[in-house]
């Protein structure tokens, strides 16, 4: 078995990934650093992120503003601690951002350009047109690229973390030539996004199959509120075209969100009409497709001037006139579709799990910064501030020595089974979209729960060295944990909504964690805010 040792391991090459590995190479700049990923360095979702990055930089403006709007929009279980690192290390963030050459769009007099999104109290939001996140992780992939303490690891598929005596030591993998190897480190980072390819209508990259958590979860780790998703309201929905994301910008510029018959159907079910809360929005939709029988809604961007939708969405723009939209003119048909995953493994504000050695940043990383509904814009800036945290935390620990590994990875071998495999994992797809997708119902969900783990057995059973299933077990694992929260969690809250109860409950203001099997309440400590 190959064996190659770092100083620290970073599994990801979103802008979590990336930023952390810069960070440690910056503070630490003899360790050797290793970047795992399974594509390559701009295939993520943060490189496929339109919205943009929050952060008060304006002086009308003030982090408590920020911590406040981060606290509504949690509905009661956000982490106190973690959403003030979060808001008052923002500006200083942002300085970094542009130092490294990060170009944010600016006013006419120069200074940073500010959007408003949804709840937000202030315009906040900053961008680089509609293509924030490739904007940023091009730069960032760029640094790393340059930087000699990095090596970057292409093509390179996690298989489980190498534990010795309860403590992460490294990560099988797997190698080209379809052998299993291992990658030793005292650091090991899980930096792999989140899961929304757990659904069949999503707005993320195919590789958002939620290979962190799961790999995490086996284990051992702790994991925390996974029924928390959120459905973007707004996803491009045509006949074989993906669901293509319509960034919350474009509501925040004035476009409104009408049915068929042209009316703002929105403020019927919120005063904040287009801009209330995503969950909101996405369960109006849903609700107003319900009741119409109609496939779409759309969005209309008439309010806005043309000037200014061609300077803020130019990549809309071009995305749209590849499915024949002129959206100078014509209203984009649009649909919810699964977006970002609030849950995932518990950290602690340094992003240290529950397993020593093992840290989490970014989407994978449950820091309870967005508790129950995540605020627009405040992922990608989590990226940044919590991986810069956590590089200053692993860089004053002291080194360990680990020995050669005596266990392996699971045996693999070629049975020709893709077909199986590449069937199930559509079934997983499909029958997460309909259980425990926007509106979920207990009976769905035990049923789905249910069908859940007779494929997780089977995938034991027809384990290959493929891409395939690696990221199949990786997927039916998260959408057992994702349904197992579900089921558990009895009232709706944030972006959960049960139909069989609709309604906050005061005794549920508590996280969900998993732990191997078992499932229980955590109290939260914060209490509601209004």
Not at 339 to 358: K, N, P, R
Request: a negative charge; glycine letters at 6%; proline letters at 5%.
């Amino acid at each position: 078995m190959n064996q190659t040792r770092f100083d620290a391991l970073i599994i990801g090459s979103g802008a979590a990934g990336l930023y952390t590995a810069l960070r440690l190479a910056d503070l630490a700049p003899n360790w050797q650093i290793g970047l795992v990923t399974k594509d390559n360095l701009s295939t993520s979702a943060s490189d496929w992120a339109q919205g943009g990055i929050a952060a008060v930089v304006d002086k009308d403006d003030a982090p408590q503003f920020h911590g406040k709007d981060t606290l509504i929009a949690g509905v009661g279980l956000c982490e106190v601690e973690a959403v003030d690192v979060l808001v008052n290390a923002a500006p200083r963030q942002i300085q970094n951002l542009i130092a490294l050459g990060v170009d944010f769009d600016r006013t006419e007099d120069g200074s940073l350009a500010l959007t408003l999104e949804a709840a937000h109290s202030k315009r906040r939001v900053l961008h680089s047109a509609d293509t924030t996140g490739r904007a940023l992780v091009s730069k960032l992939a760029a640094a790393v690229l340059q930087n000699p303490s990095i090596q970057v690891l292409s093509q390179t598929l996690v298989l489980d973390l190498y534990m010795q005596q309860s403590r992460c030591g490294g990560v099988f993998y797997l190698e080209e030539n379809q052998e299993i190897g291992c990658l030793i480190s005292p650091v090991v980072v899980l930096a792999t996004g989140g899961g929304a390819q757990v659904f069949s209508q999503n707005t993320n990259p195919p590789s958002s199959t939620g290979d962190g958590v799961a790999i995490a979860w086996r284990a051992g780790a702790l994991i925390r509120d996974m029924e928390f998703v959120q459905f973007h309201p707004t996803a491009l929905a045509l006949a074989n075209a993906p669901r293509f994301l319509i960034s919350e910008a474009v509501r925040g510029e004035g476009a409104h969100l009408i049915d068929h018959k042209g009316d703002r159907f929105a403020f019927n079910y919120h005063p904040q009409g287009e801009l209330a809360p995503r969950d909101v929005v996405s369960r109006a939709i849903f609700n107003h497709l319900q009741k119409t029988k109609e496939p779409t809604v759309f969005l209309d961007l008439q309010s806005i001037s043309r000037e200014r939708i061609a300077h803020r969405f130019p990549n809309i723009i071009k995305i749209c006139q590849q499915w024949q939209i002129d959206i100078f003119s014509t209203p984009i048909p649009v649909t919810p579709a699964a977006h970002y995953c609030m849950g995932g493994i518990v950290v602690d504000s340094y992003g240290a799990t529950s397993i020593e050695g093992l840290y989490a940043v970014g989407e994978t990383a449950s820091t309870g910064v967005h508790g129950a509904n995540r605020l627009a814009s405040n992922s990608l800036l989590e990226c940044f501030v919590f991986g810069e945290r956590l590089a200053e935390q692993v860089c004053s620990q002291p080194t360990q020595i680990f020995k050669t590994p005596k266990a392996i990875a699971p045996k693999l071998a070629d049975h020709g089974n893709s077909a199986t495999i590449q069937n199930i994992k559509s079934a997983i797809q499909n029958l997460s979209w309909q259980a425990a997708g926007i509106s979920r119902v207990q009976s769905d969900l035990e049923i789905a729960l249910t069908q859940i783990c007779t494929w997780q057995a089977e995938l034991t059973q027809l384990a290959e060295p493929s891409r395939l299933w690696i990221e199949t077990r990786n997927l039916a694992d998260y959408a057992y944990l994702l349904v197992r929260s579900a089921l558990f969690r009895t009232e709706s809250r944030g972006a959960h909504f049960r139909s069989d109860f609709p309604d906050p409950d005061p005794s549920w203001q508590a996280h969900t964690i998993i732990e191997g099997q078992e499932i229980r309440r955590s109290p939260a400590l914060l209490p509601i805010q209004t």
